[in-house]
């Protein structure tokens, strides 16, 4: 894979999947809880890009 957001979107899943698996005791609980930290982990990683795009290397 050569592009960043694919290996964002993999890590954050697999990261994601295995928090929920570990922390939630029903199905129900994990699934809305791995989909939250997934969406979290996403949205804050395009924020914090977007946010330090304006600066330089």
């Known amino acids: ?7 964002l979107v ?3 899943f697999f990261v994601s999947l295995v928090f929920a698996l570990l922390s939630k005791d029903t199905v129900a609980e ?6 939250t930290l997934f ?14 795009y304006p600066f330089p290397f």
């Open 1 to 7: 894979m050569h592009s960043h957001l694919a290996l």
């Open 30 to 35: 994990q699934v809305r809880f791995g989909a």
């Open 39 to 52: 969406v979290s982990f996403i949205g804050s990683a395009i924020v914090l890009g977007w946010l330090m």
């Open 10 to 12: 993999l890590f954050a």
